[in-house]
C-alpha cells in the first residue's frame, strides 16, 4: 500500500506564499511522476504542474512564473512552491504520483486527500 500525504495549505493574503509539500510512503515501489491539480468550486479538477524523476517539469499556463514545483527522490517528496498568490489560486490542492509496484511491475496513479488553499484579504 502506497500513501500519500500532503501539508501545508491554509489561508494566505493576496501576493503571499505557501509551500505544500506531499510525502509518498510504503514499500516496494518506485515513482515516475509526480504532482499537483486543483478543484476549485464549480470547476473541473485541473493540473497545476507536474515533474518527472529526472526533473522535467510542465506548468499550467495560469501559474507560470508563480509557482515552481521541486522533488527529492531520496525521500520521494514534491513541493510546490507558490508565489505571489491571487484570490483564483483558491481551491482543494490535489498531490498525485504514477508508481510501479513490485514486483510485477504494476502501474498505478495514486491521489492525496487534499489540502486547501485559501487566498483572500
Known amino acids: 500500500q502506497v500513501q500519500l500525504v500532503e501539508s501545508g495549505g491554509g489561508l494566505e493574503q493576496p501576493g503571499g506564499s505557501l509551500r505544500l509539500s506531499c510525502a509518498a510512503s510504503g514499500s516496494s515501489f518506485s515513482i515516475n511522476a509526480m504532482g499537483w491539480y486543483l478543484h476549485a468550486p464549480g470547476k473541473e479538477r485541473e493540473l497545476v504542474a507536474t515533474?518527472?524523476?529526472?526533473?522535467?517539469?510542465v506548468y499550467a499556463d495560469s501559474v507560470k512564473g508563480r509557482f515552481t514545483i521541486s522533488r527529492d527522490n531520496a525521500k520521494n517528496t514534491v513541493f510546490l512552491q507558490m508565489n505571489s498568490l491571487k484570490p483564483e489560486d483558491t481551491a482543494v490542492y490535489y498531490c498525485?504520483?504514477?508508481?510501479?509496484?513490485?514486483?510485477?511491475?504494476?502501474?498505478?496513479?495514486?491521489w492525496g486527500q487534499g489540502t486547501q488553499v485559501t487566498v483572500s484579504s
Open positions: 515533474i518527472t524523476s529526472s526533473g522535467s517539469t
Open positions: 498525485y504520483a504514477k508508481i510501479v509496484m513490485y514486483p510485477f511491475l504494476e502501474y498505478r496513479n495514486i
